[in-house]
């Protein structure tokens, strides 16, 4: 007596399967197998969205606020820099609370404000920017952060070289 088929072998699928033509099956076996490997590509690296999650080590609401601000490019400025800044308070910056977490900001070589957030890197340092993991090209790397000063720093070397360092300092009132 001859084996029945067994279930799997007389599914419709299979059955079809069965009759493609040798070069039908080989285009439907590599069709199945890009499928399978675009799956794979497509899926996020689970450390990307790590670095996206983690918090700035300051909090964002230290950032809203009336504030003078200045720049420096060379260390020894800095100080001289503070001070200057305090005298920007007469037409103070204002940063104000984003619709969501961040604070609402100006970015290099654009009018518009956006919203931008304090997020923290593996390495330990903050950064100020869009909601894109840590240490992205477009964002600010917080050298400093007290209620009165703030400090940051562009990871763009070229924006880094035209803009300076940035200094805030928190104006009075």
């Known amino acids: 007596m001859p084996p ?6 007389s599914t419709p699928l299979l059955q079809s399967f069965r009759s493609l033509t040798k070069p039908a099956a080989v285009t439907f076996a590599a069709l199945a197998i890009a499928l399978l490997v675009s799956g794979c590509a497509s899926t996020p690296e689970p450390g990307a969205q790590q670095r996206a999650s983690l918090p700035g080590a300051y ?9 003078g601000v200045a720049s420096y490019r060379r260390d020894q400025d800095r100080a001289r820099t503070e001070a200057q800044a305090r005298t920007q308070c007469r037409q103070p910056y204002v940063i104000t609370k984003g619709p969501t977490d961040g604070v609402m900001m100006h970015i290099a070589d654009d009018a518009t404000p956006y919203e931008l957030k ?4 593996p390495d330990g340092k903050t950064y100020l920017g869009f909601d894109v993991p840590a240490g992205d090209r477009n964002d600010r790397e917080v050298v400093s952060f007290s209620s009165s000063l703030v400090v940051l720093r562009f990871i763009n070397p070229e924006i880094a070289e ?4 940035m200094v805030y300092v928190r104006c009075p009132g």
């Open 4 to 9: 029945s088929p067994s279930p799997i072998s």
């Open 59 to 67: 909090p964002t609401e230290g950032l809203v606020g009336r504030w």
């Open 118 to 121: 304090l997020k923290g890197s």
């Open 162 to 165: 035209r803009y300076g360092t």
